[in-house]
């Protein structure tokens, strides 16, 4: 598909924007657009909220001084169009791919970019600091946050817009309003923002205070957010508007605008693979086993028939959680809460005071702005909370700020926690099963993102016995623990070890806590090398056996070899060269495990003993 995009090629960074004459944005907003999708049909990627704001940032850059004015877009899923104007636009080709630009605006990536984000709702407290301190300089560039009616819901924003709205300094919030989060948005403040659609406010002193001018925020809007015309006169007049008091302008606009596809799409095209641009059939990779999200939500479905205490949580995430699929069968048993991981947890503890069942299915990233509340609501009152922590390990493309790299450390640091991680289909069914079957306590499991291991077993529910492991493979001349989904890569790792005569016994933890200390201990006196492998950060698994094994002076016994993550951000990449660099794939594990064999034999004889492993 070829394009002339005139008006685009003379755009290297956004004063040229400001060169044009008025009449070209509209057409600058086209070229724009078709570039966005030429580009994404190359690289797939975040879609339709970029989509939906092309003509606001072409008037934002348009209007205002950036990269003096500071422009923060909340998520920044949608900066798409923005890193085009500012810069980047032969290299948004490369975007979410290894070496390429970032999915989400960096600091580090351009100067245009000055909050990083990708997590929700840190926009207008990020803007507000950046006000305060501006003003505490004298100088007067403007602050403008754009965040979505989906990210408004999350606690920060409340937070934030309470602090600014006695704070008296100026700072300009663009509420996008699309009606849809990722999956169409939730919650009262959006039926808010339909309301105040509805009365069709032409500007500001309408009668009616909104919800903004009672916080002592200014308000203007609705306005057309793909009238560019419109979009230049109201920045206009903010721009040249001295007040000191915050404002919110509500923009309404479509998710997914100009989108090429002919089928609707109920996210509005919220994230999309790559496509061929002249047929628009998407590229999917075929899955050959189910997901590991699919198999968490078949299982959830099959004991939610049998026990109707069972309801599930999700904090705007129904699709990404396999939700969606419990609550077409059980509506009034899935809660979708907004984007409020926070809220999520303790809402999910107050169920379960009053007897419920409550799984709190949270990306392992997003259960981070939950912790205090898993903490303090959850933990320390031993509310039997179940968590489903998905994405957990390396996510690949969405990069650092999305890997589920610190469940472990931060769940198995609580008392009354049980924490585990299946290593394929079945063991996380088993799982399921043990979370509902275990009413004492808090208990989580994490899962990674994409296909499972091993061959599902829809008919598997037994329950685990809490704090027991297993031998999956028996040797005699290292052990390998491992935790979790690593297991195909430690499996392959012992069949390599075989080729050079290591004979390898491979453990499955199961449990991240309470540890199976007996099987540890059997491990550590039986091996002169023992490798814990666990595809979480440092102070995880590892740290609570290795501080188990100090606590029973048993350190001595065994070479211990500790397979982390590395102490470092992992940059966005595709999972398995996510795993190369955190030396975490079998090739990874090996060459570890011959370089620890080979220090501790020139310290001392090993005594290898076979090379005949046997499957358990
Ligand atoms: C704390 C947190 N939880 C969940 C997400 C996942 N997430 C990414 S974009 C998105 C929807 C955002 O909706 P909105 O702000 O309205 O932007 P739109 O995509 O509609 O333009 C969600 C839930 C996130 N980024 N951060």
């Known amino acids: 598909m070829d394009m002339l995009t005139p008006i685009l090629d003379r755009i290297v960074e956004p004063s040229d924007i400001r060169q044009l004459d008025e009449r070209d944005l509209e057409r600058l907003s086209r070229e724009v657009r078709e570039e966005i999708i030429s580009a994404a049909s190359q690289t797939g990627g975040h879609f339709g909220a970029g989509l939906g704001v092309v003509e606001l940032t072409v008037a934002l850059h348009y209007v205002f001084n950036t990269p003096t004015d500071r422009l923060i877009w909340d998520v920044s899923h949608q900066a798409y169009p923005h890193k085009l104007l500012t810069g980047r636009r032969q290299a948004l080709r490369s975007i979410r791919k290894r070496g390429g630009l970032y999915g989400f605006t960096k600091r580090s990536e351009s100067e245009y970019d000055p909050f990083g984000a990708a997590h929700s709702s840190t926009s207008i407290s990020a803007g507000l600091g950046m006000a305060v301190a501006r003003d505490l300089k004298g100088h007067r560039n403007h602050v403008i946050a754009v965040i979505g009616d989906g990210a408004i819901s999350g606690g920060m924003a409340y937070e934030a817009m309470n602090h600014a709205g006695t704070q008296g300094s100026r700072l300009i919030v663009i509420v996008n309003d699309n009606g849809m989060s990722i999956a169409p948005a939730v919650g009262a403040l959006s039926r808010h923002l339909n309301d105040l659609k509805s009365e069709a406010r032409p500007s500001k002193g309408n009668q009616n205070a909104s919800f903004f001018e009672t916080l002592g925020f200014e308000h203007i809007g609705p306005i057309d957010g793909h009238d560019i015309g419109q979009l230049v006169n109201t920045l206009r007049a903010l721009r040249n508007d001295t007040a000191s008091t915050p404002i919110v302008v509500h923009v309404v606009t479509e998710k997914g605008k100009g989108h090429p596809f002919k089928k609707p799409d109920g996210e509005k095209y919220h994230a999309v693979t790559p496509f061929d641009p002249d047929t628009l059939e998407f590229v999917k990779a075929k899955a050959k086993t189910p997901s590991y999200t699919n198999v968490f939500a078949s299982s959830l479905i099959d004991h939610a028939r049998l026990d109707e205490k069972i309801v599930a949580i999700t904090a705007s995430m129904p699709s990404g959680t396999g939700l969606d699929k419990f609550a077409e069968v059980f509506p009034n048993r899935m809660f979708d809460v907004g984007i409020a991981e926070q809220h999520a947890v303790t809402f999910a503890a107050g169920m ?30 031993n509310l039997p909370v179940r968590f489903a922590i998905d994405r957990a390990g390396l996510v690949g493309q969405d990069g ?43 208990i989580a499991f994490r899962y990674p993102r994409g296909d499972s291991a091993g061959t599902d077993d829809p008919f598997e529910q037994r329950p685990l016995e809490i704090g027991k492991g297993r031998i999956v493979l028996e040797g005699h001349d290292v052990a390998i623990i491992n935790l979790g989904a690593r297991m195909a890569a430690c499996f392959d790792a012992a069949f390599e070890l075989e080729q050079h005569g290591i004979a390898t016994t491979l453990a499955d933890a199961r449990f991240a806590k309470p540890i199976d200390t007996d099987l540890i201990e059997r491990l550590v006196k039986s091996h002169p090398l023992v490798v814990i492998v666990e595809e979480g950060s440092i102070g995880g698994f590892v740290s609570h056996v290795l501080h188990n094994l100090a606590v029973r002076n048993l350190l001595g016994k065994a070479k211990i070899l500790p397979l982390t993550l590395p102490d470092s951000f992992i940059a966005h990449g595709s999972p398995a060269e996510q795993y190369k660099d955190a030396g975490l794939d079998s090739a990874g594990i090996v060459e570890r495990i011959m370089a620890a064999l080979r220090e501790e034999g020139s310290r001392r004889p090993l005594h290898l003993k076979s090379a005949s492993a046997t499957m358990a």
């Open 352 to 381: 379960a005071t009053e007897r419920m069942k409550p799984f709190c299915a949270i990306y392992s990233t997003f259960l981070q702005r939950g912790y205090d509340q898993v903490v303090h609501d959850v933990a320390l009152q």
């Open 400 to 442: 650092a700020t999305h890997a589920g790299s610190f469940d472990l450390c931060y769940m198995s640091a609580l008392p009354n926690m049980v924490v585990m991680a299946p290593s394929d289909a079945v063991e996380l069914r088993r799982m399921v099963a043990t979370a509902v079957a275990y009413d004492d306590g808090p």
